[in-house]
């Protein structure tokens, strides 16, 4: 029910929307990933992949709110559905709490909707579940589906917006004050060569996270670097938790989707700091997994290369243990910047 902790029934994401010029490539992305291609709207071009519950919609319509996203930014998140107890009473919560509405016009699909950072759309909705939910009402069946092995990826564990220098507060508090986000995480990362800040925000339900960046120093950070290619704040990570992340990247191996690298002299130390890690040790050097956390527990973690223009997808299996990975962030932080090098931004 709806509280004072929860005003809105916020009760976790329903879908993630993914518009694109090259919608072949990203179709290809979501196949390695093992989703599976399954159903189209009933009016529009707009594709259901489903892998246990990660909804994805990916819109081909060449014309709407997502193509003319696609045109500003390139390959993007244009659109969220968040799961509510009641739509509409979501809705007009949101927006007497100062949330701009997205009226019919504005949109792609028929839920009520408000808008997020980088004038991202946050659908309400309140029809989900197994049997009835909108995929079932508002989509039919693909003739030819294309069904895929699921790799292991249960469900979104968080998403991570990269906002302009000095707005970061501006969109925490966006979360806060709409929707009873509370903070949980404060992060002043610095890598070799540049830096950033951080706040992590946990749903009222508990569900996901939504960690906010903004750039340090300089704007050839990883941060400044993103809004530049994306032309504006907006989603730069996806994090799907899987089940078990060896056993993930194992069945990924060999496809379009490449992972950051991490130095050699990484593994010399860390199962000394976490002698607990029952996984095959070799198989996470392989993958060049990264291993964090304390007596209480700890978490795998990897991320991908950039995959649609700016955006990557982390992979995240977690043993007992709630953060996002802090004792790697020296690690990955320079790992990026040497992709960076590669890339000729540093």
């Known amino acids: 029910m709806a509280s004072e902790q929860n005003p809105l029934g916020l009760l976790g994401i329903e879908f993630t929307e993914f518009c694109t010029p090259d919608s072949e490539f990203m179709h290809q992305v979501f196949i390695d990933f093992g989703f599976s291609k399954l159903k189209k709207h009933q009016q529009k071009e707009i594709f259901y992949y489903k892998q246990n519950d990660i909804n994805f919609l990916l819109n081909n319509d060449k014309k709407g709110f997502s193509c003319a996203f696609a045109k500003k930014h390139g390959p993007a998140i244009s659109s969220m559905g968040w799961r509510v107890e ?76 990269n906002v302009y220098k000095g707005t970061m507060e501006h969109w925490s508090n966006f979360y806060k004050e709409i929707f009873g986000f509370t903070e949980v995480r404060y992060f002043d990362i610095k890598g070799s060569q540049t830096a950033l800040i951080s706040y992590a925000l946990r749903s009222p339900d508990g569900s996901f996270c939504i960690p906010i960046n903004e750039g340090k120093g300089d704007d050839r950070n990883q941060i400044d670097e993103y809004l530049k290619e994306y032309d504006g704040p907006g989603v730069q990570h996806l994090a799907f938790r899987s089940r078990d992340i060896v056993a993930s990247l194992d069945a990924m191996e060999g496809s379009s989707i490449e992972t950051l690298d991490i130095i050699p002299e990484y593994y010399d130390t860390i199962f000394d700091k976490l002698p607990q890690v029952t996984e095959d040790r070799e198989r996470i050097k392989h993958h060049q997994i990264l291993v964090d956390g304390d007596e209480e527990g700890y978490l795998l973690q990897i991320f991908t290369k950039n995959l649609f223009g700016p955006i990557f997808i982390e992979i995240i299996q977690r043993k007992n243990n709630l953060g996002f990975g802090e004792g790697n962030f020296k690690a990955l932080f320079e790992s990026i910047e040497r992709d960076q090098v590669r890339r000729g931004v540093l």
């Open 86 to 161: 009641d739509a509409q009473f979501a809705f007009d919560g949101a927006v007497a709490r100062g949330a701009k509405p997205a009226t019919a016009a504005a949109k792609d699909l028929p839920y009520p909707a408000i808008y997020g950072i980088g004038d991202s759309l946050i659908y309400f909705i309140d029809t989900f579940g197994e049997q009835n939910n909108i995929y079932a009402n508002d989509f039919i069946d693909l003739d030819e589906p294309v069904i895929t092995q699921e790799k292991g990826f249960i469900e979104v564990d968080h998403l991570t917006n």
